[in-house]
């Protein structure tokens, strides 16, 4: 199963939501498709949802050309247009910001040593085919540092981890972030076992990390949400790790809701949580957790279950996507350059400094 697929002029998505029962694809031929399969989480998880917006920026450019816009001025206004609306897709997760950013800076260079609309949108498409490359290696390097920095403290015994939401392949381009680690210590035959949220409303632990889990032969056992303190309690993890939408300067860390609590609990209970994420998660411009934008979702995600109704309709929700867990509830964050111990304001800015 591919997340994403790029053919030239169209970009394949593999549909997250229909997953595990159905392994269906959305072919996105304009940057509003792309668009779309980000707002409705067919394409979630940091890192896919930044290589997602590259295309779609990619698609708009080669609208663009297609409505024979050839004036560069009005070529790279029409592209800065789709981009915000890429960007706004999904607010908290800055990798999405920081890809399109990465691609109007092409456009921008391009435009700079006065090439035409065509060579613009050629240097997009490289430039997006660059990212997606870019992360298959950076995922594997946060799982090596990862593993690593983990053997260091834990030594070489087998481990039972917790994870939530899904911070795998099915959210990057390779073998994911979290579960990136997760699979390079079970490489060395230190999993003992998997324990996954199943991370309500929309049950990214249950559909996308059970269902990448079993398919790597991974020991791993489904929890409700409400079960991992008590699990916790009676001894039975060894460490936390996730992954990561936005990073401040501080170390602060957004994720999937349900990820703060699952920090205060293990803190509670004396067990390391880790995060791991890719040095473009970091949003250096915010000093603190409390800035990150939080996405809201719409009600019915808790309202209902697919198709069925299990709150009253018109019952009042209050719907996060996300959460901030403070630096101080993280042992160390994973990244491809390197591990950060200890976040604080100054080992993140120790680390960007070197
Ligand atoms: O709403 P989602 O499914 O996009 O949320 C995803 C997460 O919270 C992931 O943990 C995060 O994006 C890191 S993915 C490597």
């Known amino acids: 199963m591919k997340t994403l697929e790029w053919r030239r002029n169209e970009l394949i998505i593999l549909d997250q939501t229909k997953l595990p029962a159905e392994e269906t694809y959305r072919r996105c031929t304009s940057w509003q498709d792309v668009k779309d399969a980000i707002s409705v989480l067919?394409?979630?998880?940091?890192?896919?949802?930044?290589?997602?917006?590259?295309?779609?920026?990619?698609?708009?450019?080669?609208?663009?050309?297609?409505?024979?816009?050839?004036?560069?001025?009005?070529?790279?206004?029409?592209?800065?247009?789709?981009?915000?609306?890429?960007?706004?897709?999904?607010?908290?997760?800055?990798?999405?910001?920081?890809?399109?950013?990465?691609?109007?800076?092409?456009?921008?260079?391009?435009?700079?040593?006065?090439?035409?609309?065509?060579?613009?949108t050629l240097a997009l498409e490289r430039e997006a085919v660059t990212l997606h490359a870019k992360d298959i290696e950076i995922n594997r390097s946060i799982?090596?540092?990862?593993?690593?920095?983990?053997?260091?403290?834990?030594?070489?015994?087998?481990?039972?981890?917790?994870?939530?939401?899904?911070?795998?392949a099915l959210a990057t381009a390779d073998i994911g972030t979290a579960l990136g680690v997760i699979r390079a210590l079970h490489k060395r035959g230190l999993i003992e076992r998997v324990y996954a949220d199943e991370t309500r409303p929309l049950l990214q632990g249950a559909r996308l990390t059970v269902t990448e889990l079993k398919?790597?032969?991974?020991?791993?056992?489904?929890?409700?949400?409400?079960?991992?303190?008590?699990?916790m309690k009676t001894g039975r993890v060894d460490a936390v790790i996730v992954g990561a939408d936005r990073i401040t300067a501080n170390g602060d860390t957004a994720n999937k809701i349900g990820t703060y609590s699952v920090s205060v609990l293990a803190k509670e209970h004396r067990i390391p949580f880790y995060v791991a994420a890719p040095v473009s998660t970091f949003d250096l411009s915010m000093a603190r957790g409390e800035e990150i934008p939080i996405e809201e979702r719409h009600h019915d995600e808790v309202r209902r279950l697919r198709d069925v109704q299990l709150a009253l309709a018109d019952t009042d929700v209050f719907n996060p996507a996300?959460?901030?867990?403070?630096?101080?509830?993280?042992?160390?964050?994973?990244?491809?350059?390197?591990?950060?111990?200890?976040?604080?304001?100054?080992?993140?800015?120790?680390?960007?400094?070197?």
């Open 143 to 168: 799982s090596a540092y990862g593993a690593a920095a983990i053997i260091m403290q834990k030594g070489a015994k087998k481990l039972t981890v917790l994870t939530h939401c899904n911070a795998g």
């Open 42 to 120: 067919a394409v979630r998880g940091a890192p896919a949802i930044g290589v997602a917006a590259a295309y779609g920026l990619v698609l708009g450019a080669s609208e663009l050309l297609r409505r024979k816009i050839t004036d560069t001025a009005v070529f790279s206004a029409g592209l800065a247009t789709v981009a915000a609306a890429l960007d706004a897709a999904r607010p908290t997760a800055v990798n999405l910001h920081w890809a399109l950013t990465r691609m109007l800076k092409t456009a921008e260079k391009e435009l700079a040593a006065g090439k035409s609309s065509a060579a613009i």
């Open 322 to 354: 996300f959460d901030v867990t403070p630096h101080q509830n993280i042992e160390a964050i994973f990244t491809e350059k390197g591990t950060i111990e200890k976040p604080s304001e100054t080992t993140v800015s120790a680390f960007f400094r070197t």
């Open 215 to 231: 398919a790597d032969g991974i020991p791993v056992t489904l929890i409700t949400d409400s079960t991992a303190g008590w699990i």
